[in-house]
Nanobody, 124 residues
Framework: QVQLVESGGGLVQAGGSLRLSCAAS????????MGWFRQAPGKEREFVAA????????YYGDSVKGRFTISRDNAKNTVYLQMNTLKPEDTAVYYC?????????????????WGQGTQVTVSS
């Protein structure tokens, strides 16, 4: 079992930056691929970014490529999402997720554990 707690969300103006953190506890974190997803009101959950267990492979959704960066610190059992050049359409609840495998995934059903989410609001 892996427990995930997100933090770092908030209100920011368009063009600004935020860094989300996801602290993991429970079974060995370094053997889990991790991902970030988001869900805006009335919309389906959307893939944002994923990272392999070693951090050597990363993947991004088309809407965030070049603006967001996912990283992890296995010594701290934490995964990060650096979000730059934020846009109003980035407004959503952001969820951290973990897989019971070392390989990254881009679909929500591929993930086994989920955090409670953190709200990100980007004003225009």
């Amino acid at each position: 079992q892996v427990q995930l707690v997100e933090s770092g969300g908030g209100l920011v103006q368009a063009g600004g930056s935020l860094r989300l953190s996801c602290a993991a506890s429970g079974r060995t974190f370094s053997r889990n691929a991790m991902g970030w997803f988001r869900q805006a009101p009335g919309k389906e959950r959307e893939f944002v970014a994923a990272i392999s267990w070693s951090g050597g492979s990363t993947y991004y959704g088309d809407s965030v490529k070049g603006r967001f960066t996912i990283s992890r610190d296995n010594a701290k059992n934490t995964v990060y999402l650096q979000m730059n050049t934020l846009k109003p359409e980035d407004t959503a609840v952001y969820y951290c997720a973990a897989r019971r495998t070392v390989l990254s995934g881009t679909r929500s059903y591929e993930y086994d554990y989920w955090g409670q989410g953190t709200q990100v609001t980007v004003s225009s």
